[in-house]
């Protein structure tokens, strides 16, 4: 079974410039992550889709992110401008529906803000 | 809101050594529990999770984990690790929605 893909790995960019994120998730898996990693903490919720409807998004910065997830399958993250406090690493995981939902992770994208 | 504290963010030990690593949540209601662990290079991964039933649940590579439900605690451990369990490991709390809320992490280095 594939596991969640995610692209790019590594990007560097400058402040007030704009980035994008792409996440595939496991086939099948109707919920989709998206978590924020900053250096020397825990992955933290940004936004959660139940296939292209958004569940939760109560920790994601709305003025400057933004994410979609148009057919259901798979989602992009957006940051329009970027910050300094924004360098971290973007995780997206996904979950099937059926009993408790254990989430699976993928290798991430390790953002640089300069 | 919900919360995990991990006791320390760095841990090194010896091969063999015992391993306990410490997990406390602030949430009164029913939780579901898990630990995740990142080695070097690769995604984060499952260990092992509690939803209810025996509070010493077993994972994988042979870590285990008590809940203590009146220390609201979640405490990671092992008899005697190796080189390979050296990795981050995160403890994480659902309180619904099957939304996690990680602790910082506990980076664990083991000596060979």
């Known amino acids: 079974e594939a596991g969640v893909a995610q692209s790019p790995r590594y990007k560097i960019i400058e402040k007030r410039q704009s980035v994008a994120f792409w996440c595939n998730p496991i086939s099948g898996h109707a919920t989709l992550y998206w978590y924020q990693q900053i250096l020397g903490q825990g992955p933290k919720l940004l936004i959660q889709f139940q296939n292209n409807g958004v569940v939760d998004d109560s920790q994601l910065p709305k003025d400057r992110f933004s994410a979609e997830r148009l057919k259901g399958v798979d989602s992009t993250l957006k940051i329009q401008p970027a910050k300094l406090e924004d360098s971290a690493v973007y995780l997206c995981?996904?979950?099937?529906?059926?009993?408790?939902?254990?989430?699976?992770f993928g290798p991430g994208t390790r953002l640089t803000v300069l | 809101a919900q919360s995990v504290s991990q006791h320390n963010h760095h841990v090194i030990l010896s091969e063999a050594a015992s391993l306990e690593l410490g997990c406390n949540y602030s949430?009164?209601?029913?939780?579901?529990l898990f630990w995740y662990v990142q080695y070097p290079g690769q995604h984060l991964q499952l260990l092992l999770k509690y939803f209810s039933g025996d509070p010493l649940v077993k994972g994988i590579k042979g870590f285990e984990a008590e809940f203590i439900k009146s220390k609201f605690s979640f405490n990671l451990r092992k008899p005697s690790v190796q080189w390979s369990d050296t990795a981050e490991y995160f403890c994480a709390v659902n309180a619904g929605g099957n939304k996690l809320v990680f602790g910082a992490g506990t980076i664990l280095r083991v000596k060979s």
């Open positions: 995981a996904s979950s099937s529906t059926s009993g408790y939902n254990e989430q699976f």
């Open positions: 949430y009164g209601g029913t939780v579901n």
